[in-house]
């Protein structure tokens, strides 16, 4: 049975963010995305003739993943913070970032190759603006309602912290998964 296009595409965006996030970009060839996949050969070039075309479509994919859940999340913060307090919305972000550490770590590991692969690359600089919006939408969320404040200093220092810990886990470099003390510690410091 054949796939539809939107099917395929789709297939397609997804595996190129799990090759990505296993094997960077030195391992993101069309031939290994049809091969990954188990679609015929030249699919992904069908799709994609450049390699910037799937670079460009599996960052919008990736942004897109990366802001699905932020609506859910932003209205259990908002409503958690106006029942419970702001140390108890706090501490439900950290939780929901442990969570996800691991939930989502190939998203997490494509977001930051594909960003790494637009800074080198002139035609890809929309890239790593797209996804560092994706990124730090929750974080501007949870520091303005918790400062009541736009302050872009709290929110760059906020997600460089955040993302800093995460990569150095999902990476391996740290051997513990990061703790909710350990995000609690870093979000109250920063905006108090």
Known sequence: MSRSKPDRRLLILQTAVKLLSDKGIIGLTHRAIDAEASIPQGSTTYYYPKKNDLLRAAAEHLAQELEKDCDALQISFADLAARNGIDAAIDHVAKQLITTVDEARDLFLARIELTLIASRDQELTDIATRLSKAGRRPIEFFIGLITNSTDTTAINTCVGLLDGITLAYTTGHTGTTPTT????????????
């Open 181 to 192: 003390d350990q995000i609690v510690s870093v979000i109250k410091t920063i905006v108090t």
